[in-house]
């Protein structure tokens, strides 16, 4: 069981950046943010998010073109902004990913209301798992739903069954320059145990 300190970091302490500190985040640690989170579960092992860490100047314009007037210098700023998308195709690699169904494809093939409701669902759990492991690996995050997915998807998707879910900055946020915390609703405003 992790100690409170480790609930802290992934919870109770963690806050939404919108301004970043100049210190760049490396491709070791993207790829070891994937590492982690890759393992955790999806309905069917499906694993329907693809992911693209923008980095580079002429990337990030690209994006910053794409984002509400209120998250493209927070898009700027950040070292890294990673678009979650979902791929509408995700059922044709389940023949690797689920291999003990074998007829698994079939679920979903033709079937475009399942597909999407799959491919969204599990797309946003591991945009979830992965803001978790950056998190657990001392970044920041800055999750952003403020922009033109049209243009997302002809920029960074085109020509493909993925489109984007949502956007999320990565770094080292500047602590200085966070918000007050918003509250949250009490347990009994949010849950039932029936």
Same mark, same amino acid.
């Given at each position: 069981?992790?100690?409170?300190? =480790?609930?802290?970091?992934?919870? =109770? =302490?963690?806050? %939404? ?24 579960? %999806? ?24 984002? =509400? ?24 690699? @389940?023949?690797? @990913? ?31 798992? @992965? ?28 020509? %493909? ?34």
């Amino acid at each position: 069981m992790l100690n409170q300190e =480790s609930l802290d970091l992934l919870f =109770s =302490s963690a806050r %939404t950046h919108n301004v970043w500190l100049d210190k760049p985040v490396s491709d070791e640690q993207i790829h070891a943010i994937y590492d982690a989170m890759k393992w955790a579960p %999806t309905s069917a092992n499906s694993c329907p998010a693809r992911f693209v860490f923008v980095k580079s100047a002429e990337q990030k314009e690209k994006l910053v073109n794409c984002m =509400s007037p209120g998250n493209a210098e927070k898009t700027r700023q950040a070292p890294v902004t990673v678009i979650i998308g979902m791929d509408l195709a995700f059922y044709e690699k @389940l023949i690797k @990913l689920f291999p003990h169904a074998p007829d698994a494809r079939s679920w979903f093939e033709g079937n475009q209301a399942n597909i999407e409701a799959t491919a969204f669902r599990n797309s946003s759990l591991q945009g979830a798992y @992965l803001m978790i492991a950056a998190r657990a690996l001392g970044l920041d995050c800055g999750p952003m739903s403020g922009f033109d997915a049209d243009k997302i998807n002809a920029a960074f998707f085109a020509d %493909t069954p993925v489109k984007v879910n949502f956007v999320c900055s990565i770094g080292y946020g500047d602590a200085e320059k966070l918000f007050p915390r918003s509250p949250r609703l009490d347990f009994d405003e949010a849950c039932q145990i029936v």
